[in-house]
């Protein structure tokens, strides 16, 4: 990243093909196919915007399956977008159910797109975008998936899910850092998005950024220079591991240790096993008085461990993640760290008996 190239130079241009060329053989797509990689300069949302925003016709109504946060942030950018939108709400501990959004569809014809995570990072939870994408398909639907914290720790077979656009981002599971998205489209659906103008920003005009993209491998705007090299060099490392099955399996280990150590300590998880991803780990705060997160987390930071406060609703809750560039050894010394603070703070032998709200 310390280097530069020019905006319009070739070596650019050959970097941002290269990087495109990679994403589809992490997606598992050969050279034939119609799917086509976008780069959208800015963070995941901006590309979840990009996508929501071009490729849902002007008169076309949008289904958003949400059981988290990022489900409502959706649902938030469809309405600010003016598409009318019709949420399918689940709740925040439960994953979505194919027969609810069945009977939403049927029951609304005007429907054109459901949106979904994949990943829901409020919580960890890991919908079945596969069912989700059986019931879309059948009810003759578009399907636009975010996974942003799941692209590259989880084998998505686009077609096989009925996807017709995925949205990810430099910065999660290829470990790049942040300032650009990056989606998969069909190109038949790119195509009929910019013969019927259907982009809702000049910005975010995922077909235009395609276009651009196709003639010459150039944005329209300034590229994250910098962070596409960035990029080119986490891609490197991302097959130098073994690519998408080794990444996978460093990121359930981590996960596994986390979970285990945690329970041995007595933190509760917020999720069952079954719903839970290897993505992002949410625990219970603890009920003891003594236990205060903001102190919890600054004795963790001073000690090197930085986590997440929780977003749940109607739930005091705390996250852990477990992507990024870190190991086995990261996560046993985060769990030395979290027992010395627990021993420090004087709350350990209440752990155990954190309350679940009933609403979730």
Known sequence: MCHDMGAWDLPLQQLVK??????????????????QCTLMQGSGSFGVEAALGSLTPREG?????????????????????GIDVVPVR?????????????????????????????????????NDIAEIGEVVHGAGRRYIIDAMSSFGAYGIDLDGVHADALVSS?????????????????????????????????????????QGL????KFRFTPPTQVLLGFAQA???????????????????????????????????????????HIITTFH?????????????????ARGMVIYPGKVTGASCFRIGNIGHLFARDFEALLAAVAQVTSEMGFQESLGECPRSESN
Not at 98 to 125: F, K, M, N
């Open 18 to 35: 290269g990087i495109r060329e990679d994403l589809h053989r992490i997606a598992g797509l050969g050279s034939d196919t119609d799917w």
């Open 235 to 277: 891609l490197r490392e991302f097959f130098a591991e073994g690519g998408l099955e080794a990444r996978e399996a460093r990121y359930r280990e981590n996960h596994a240790i986390l979970v285990q150590g945690m329970q041995a300590m007595g933190f509760v998880p917020f999720l069952k096993p079954e719903s839970m991803s």
């Open 170 to 210: 430099a910065n999660k599971c290829i470990e790049g850092v942040p300032g650009f998205s990056f989606t998969f489209a069909r190109g038949e659906l790119l195509e009929r998005a910019g013969s019927g103008s259907w982009a809702r920003s000049h910005c975010l005009d995922l077909y235009d950024q395609w």
């Open 214 to 217: 196709e003639n010459g491998s």
């Open 61 to 81: 109504r949008l289904a958003v399956v949400s059981n988290g946060a990022y489900g409502e942030r959706m649902i938030k950018i469809a309405a600010v977008l």
């Open 285 to 301: 705060c603890p009920s003891d008085p003594r236990f205060e997160f903001q102190e919890f987390y600054d004795r963790l930071a």
């Open 90 to 126: 689940f709740p925040e501990r439960q994953p979505a159910v194919g027969e609810a959004l069945r009977t939403v569809l049927e029951g609304d014809p005007s429907i054109h797109t459901v949106g979904i995570i994949h990943c829901e990072t409020t919580t960890g939870l890991l």
